[in-house]
């Protein structure tokens, strides 16, 4: 019987994180609406896959943009800040990208959008466990 409980609960918890929902934030910066998606809700330490959908404001997606993210944590004491950058490629119509959080904690996230000479930025915070 006990094995039989087990057995139950671990489907259960596979089931739980297979569906689990992408961590999702949407805002509009400058002239976009943006929508980014990340791949664990909520973030883990070490790789989480971002995709970032861009809209114009026709509605229209946005594939001719340079696209960057870059991720940081502050100084705390006896650690130095921790700044990271990545670039993104455009697949389909959507921006990807890997952001790799080193240590467990609350990141500052800023999504780069350049774009005939502008640039727009979207600010967000997520806490990686």
């Known amino acids: 019987m006990k094995r039989l ?21 949407n805002k509009k910066v400058g002239e976009y609406d943006v929508e980014v998606k ?15 959908d861009i809209k114009d404001a026709s509605g229209k997606n946005v594939t001719n943009a340079a696209v960057t993210v870059e991720y940081s944590m502050p100084a705390m004491p006896g ?33 780069k959008i350049t774009r005939s000479g502008k640039t727009a930025t979207m600010k967000f915070n997520v806490d990686a466990h």
């Open 79 to 111: 650690m130095p800040a921790m700044n990271y950058k990545t670039d993104t490629e455009l697949k389909g119509d959507e921006y990807k990208a890997k952001m790799n959080l080193s240590m467990s904690g609350s990141w500052n996230i800023a999504v």
């Open 38 to 52: 990340i791949d664990k809700n909520p973030p883990v330490v070490g790789d989480n896959n971002i995709t970032i």
């Open 5 to 25: 409980a087990v057995f139950t609960l671990t489907l259960l918890l596979i089931g739980g994180i297979a569906y689990a929902k992408n961590y999702e934030v």
